[in-house]
């Protein structure tokens, strides 16, 4: 099984200067549960479907598996999908030996901007950009698939 590793952190301060690549991506969650969540996407042209498991302890591994599939499938999909859509454009940033995915949220959102830096492991050592501030990993309200049913604009 691939096991992802990242860590979540909030953003302060402008990091677009910074990027060097923009993607629009809309997602919906056929299965939001916790131990296995379901996830289409849209990122830019092309269509996704991913499986992530539940979380360790930190919240900073789980697994994850992810398949491209047609963007047509995928808008199919996203009407069956629970309610509440994630609308983001995605910004890669990079810092020293990693890259940063950098997610502006849009409607319900509105206002939330959060960094993830995937890791070779848990306790690697990384640089820390200005723009980057308190770490959220582990942090359930800042799933995405938490964000579609209690949005930022609740909280």
Not at 63 to 91: H, M, N, S
Not at 126 to 139: N, R, S
Request: with cysteine; net charge negative; charged share 35%.
């Amino acid at each position: 099984m691939a096991q992802e590793i990242e860590r979540k952190f909030l953003v302060k301060g402008d990091f677009k200067s910074e990027a060097f690549k923009a993607t629009r991506i809309t997602q919906g969650y056929l299965c939001s549960v916790p131990e296995r969540t379901v996830r289409v996407r849209v990122k830019g042209d092309k269509g996704f479907i991913t499986i992530k498991g539940i979380g360790n302890e930190s919240g900073a591994s789980r697994f994850e598996w992810e398949k491209e599939i047609l963007v047509a499938e995928v808008q199919d999909l996203l009407k069956l999908c629970e309610p509440g859509i994630i609308d983001k454009t995605r910004y890669l940033v990079k810092a020293g030996e990693f890259t940063f995915e950098v997610d502006e949220f849009y409607g319900e959102n509105e206002g939330l901007t959060v960094a993830e830096v995937e890791l070779p492991d848990e306790n690697a050592v990384f640089e820390h950009p200005e723009w980057l501030g308190e770490e959220v990993t582990g942090d359930k309200r800042y799933y995405n698939s938490m964000l579609m049913k209690n949005p930022y604009k609740n909280w």
